[in-house]
C-alpha cells in the first residue's frame, strides 16, 4: 500500500511562511504528478498547485507569485513554500499523487491525512 505522510501545517500571522512537505511511501514505479490541495470550512476541495517528475508546474491563480511546489524524486518528496500568507490561505491542505505502483494496472490517485494551515489577520 502507499502512504502520504503531511508535515509542516501549524500558525501563522498574515505576511508569514510555512512550508509543508509530503513523502510517499510503498510500492511505487512512478509519481507523476504529485501536487496540493487544499479545503476551507464549508468550502470545496481545490488545487493549489502540481508538479510533475519532470519539474513542470502549474498553480492557481490565488496564489502565483507566492507559493513554490518542488520535488525531491530520489525520496518521492513534495513541498510546498507558502509565502506571503494571507487568511484566505487559511484551510486543510492535502497532500496528492498519482501513482503506478509496481504490478498495477494503471495509474491511482492518492491523497494524504491533510495538515491545518491558519493565518491569522
Known amino acids: 500500500q502507499v502512504q502520504l505522510v503531511e508535515s509542516g501545517g501549524g500558525l501563522v500571522q498574515a505576511g508569514g511562511s510555512l512550508r509543508l512537505s509530503c513523502a510517499a511511501s510503498?510500492?511505487?514505479?512512478?509519481?507523476?504528478?504529485m501536487g496540493w490541495y487544499r479545503q476551507a470550512p464549508g468550502q470545496q476541495r481545490e488545487l493549489v498547485a502540481t508538479?510533475?517528475?519532470?519539474?513542470?508546474?502549474n498553480y492557481a491563480d490565488s496564489v502565483k507569485g507566492r507559493f513554490t511546489i518542488s520535488r525531491d524524486n530520489a525520496k518521492n518528496t513534495v513541498y510546498l513554500q507558502m509565502n506571503d500568507l494571507k487568511p484566505e490561505d487559511t484551510a486543510v491542505y492535502f497532500c496528492?499523487?498519482?501513482?503506478?505502483?509496481?504490478?498495477?494496472?494503471?495509474?491511482?490517485?492518492?491523497w494524504g491525512q491533510g495538515t491545518q494551515v491558519t493565518v491569522s489577520s
Open positions: 496528492y499523487a498519482h501513482i503506478y505502483l509496481w504490478r498495477a494496472a494503471g495509474f491511482s490517485d492518492h
Open positions: 510503498g510500492a511505487i514505479f512512478d509519481l507523476n504528478p
Open positions: 508538479i510533475s517528475n519532470g519539474g513542470f508546474t
